[in-house]
């Protein structure tokens, strides 16, 4: 019942929860932040506290705590090391020591010539220092008697007169005179104290190790602190290459004069030597591995090489490791931008780290190295750079099946790909073509006012005369020159245009990865300017692609890594220097990636705004050289006097099969018998003499020139295969025609 009366008043009292004691606050009042200004500031000093130029000094400050020790008695090491340094040099001085030792080695050589001026020298010399304190004292005395009346007067006035009775200017100078005073006795201790400190540092600073800069103080974890290339580490190295004139210099004390001292120089470090008596430059260079490994440095990062004389060596060494595996980044071109090819094209980075603008006028480029190491993308960089001179008309042929050059083929006014002989054909017309483009361009050149010696960029911008640049690429040239049909023209034609097409806008370049003497033309080799070989495998492809004897004179293309260095070659020509290490701009053009097809339609968008369009030239079918079968004949010969006819049909076949594989025997007896020889047989064999060979070509001689074949009038026409031991061969004794001559 309780119970029931408490549910019934608990309906009519309302219900009052726990009382808690509080404040009202005013959410419009600025509060107090101190927590988040603490935390704030907290969070700062963490993040400084872990950045890495904190991380980094924290670690080198660690690092000098745990050396100090070994500074400090670096530090002594180097102090006493330095006051014994001023010792030996104040006692050669004193003695005469080098003067001395110039005329002993002068004795002991036996040149009394030489001796007695040393000797002279020395007592020249003694007479020049007694002078030189005589005229000292006799200057201190002069002093002293002017000075010492001077102070005695002013110590007497000074004495016996108070300075407010002295003259205005008088008392001015002694007031002079006490300031002069107080800053002696001031300075006096001062330099008396900083005097043996100064003493103490020029003394470690004079006997330092000579180690260029601070790094052993200030980056002590650096990967090549121990690799420093300084003239001190230079000479020793050139001291352990077993050079036998260089080993007694070193013996005799000598020391190596720095015309050049060490110095940064790009990516890496460049001195110039002049080199002792005996030694030249390309003796350093052919120990150029053991250069490098006194060094402390790869073969490719060491270059020894000729300077402006044969005795003096220049000497680059890249940083440590700056070369290996590290291209030379994106074509600068790749997204925008236009090319004069007078100014040149964006081709790689040097050794030093510097863009190379690679020359195309005025200039013709022979590349070469073994395949896959970056010759034909060397070629098609060249070719793109001058694809964005809306001026430049383009050449192409590739005597082969690839693909490296089809993006361009809208901006290309000739271009043939193919290992076919009409690939070969197109591009023996298209040198014709350009020796007579060549003809032309230099007739207008000679029309213009002032005579002007070659094509300008003026010039070439002035459509109406036809003189805008004209760049012919061929690769795998090697093909071309080696054709059995085209060859041999070919070549002569190519021959001519390097030798005089630079003056008049007309380029040509060459890309191979067979540069031997059998492959490509040894006048063609002479004569290109810009030479770039990649990896190479002996010193005959270095010289070919480079000049000849530059693998003595250190610069060499046998030193890169095949596959590792791809991309990388050495070139000669393309600027001032003796030779660049180029790392090429690579612009990729394989599955999944084309940087070429924008390239060229940006190029094609930059003719349309000049208001250009790509040239066109006529194509024009040459026909082949006519073969010469006897010189054909002669060839297959070779030194032998007599082989028989079915070796002979058979050399042919293999030497050109186009021509002669259809001939039977009645083919070959035909060449002999229309010029007045024929085929002879011994014991049953049919054989051709080779002088049978060389009466027949003189015979053909004399028919083309109109003259007897005997007779001395004109010259007769060489051909560039003839052997002058064949032309030139005697007339076989007895009667011609003689079928049972007997073997010799």
Known sequence: MTSDLERAGSRDVEHVGPILDGELVDDTLPQPRRRTVRRRVGR???????SAPVVRARSLAAYRVRQAPRDVARLVWFVARGMWRWLLKFWQWATYADLRADARRARLAGDAEARRAAQELIRSDATARWAKLGIAVRRFVITVRVAAPVVAVLWAVAAFMERADMWTWLAEVYTGLDAAWSVLVFLG???????????????AFEGRDRTP???????????????????????????????????????????????????????????????????????????????????GRAALETWPTKGSEDGILDLWVADKGVLGGRGA????????????????????????????????????????????????????????????????????FVMGESPDFAPFEPRLSRYRMGMDDTVAEAATQ??????TEMERRGKTLGEQPGRPPK?????????ALGLHPLVCAIDECHELFQHPKFGKRAAELAVRLIKRGRKYGVVLLLATQSPTKDSIPREITRNISCGVAFSVADQVANDGLLGSGRYAAGVRATELRINTDRGTCVAVGITDEVFELVRTFYVPFEDGADDVTPVIARAMASIEDAGRAVETAERIEIEAAPVDHLADIAHVLGDEQRVRTQTVLTRLAEYNADEYEPWAFADLKAVLTDHGQRLRKVRGLMYVHADDVAAARRQARGEATGEAPETGGVLPLASPDQDPSVDQGKHPGGRRGNATTEDP
């Not at 201790?189 to 003394?203: E, I, R």
């Not at 690799?227 to 352990?240: G, K, Q, T």
């Not at 510097?354 to 395949?371: D, K, Q, S, T, Y």
């Not at 094509?455 to 459509?463: E, G, H, N, P």
């Open 44 to 50: 700062w000093l963490r993040r400084a506290w872990q």
């Open 189 to 203: 201790p001062v330099v008396l104290w900083a005097l043996p400190l100064v003493l103490v540092v020029a003394a």
């Open 213 to 295: 800069g601070a790094g052993w103080l200030v980056q002590p974890d650096r990967d090549d602190a121990d690799s420093w290339i300084d003239e001190r580490m230079i000479s020793r190295a050139l001291a352990h290459l077993g050079i036998a004139p260089l080993d007694k210099f070193y013996r005799d004390g000598g020391e190596l004069v720095y015309t050049v001292a060490a110095r940064k120089d790009g990516d890496g470090t460049a001195a110039q030597i002049r080199l002792p008596m005996g030694v030249t430059a390309d003796m350093v260079a052919a120990r150029r591995s053991r250069l490098a490994a006194n060094l």
């Open 329 to 396: 980044g994106d074509w600068p071109l790749v997204h925008d931008g236009q090319v004069d090819l007078f100014e040149g094209v964006p081709f790689g980075l040097s050794q030093r780290g510097l863009v190379i603008n690679a020359p195309l006028l005025g200039v013709n480029w022979l590349i070469g190295g073994r395949p896959g190491q970056g010759k034909s993308s060397a070629l098609r960089t060249l070719m793109l750079g001058a694809a964005l001179d809306p001026t430049a008309e383009l050449w192409v």
């Open 430 to 435: 298209a040198l014709a073509d350009l020796l």
């Open 455 to 463: 094509v300008s960029r003026k010039l070439a911008d002035k459509r």
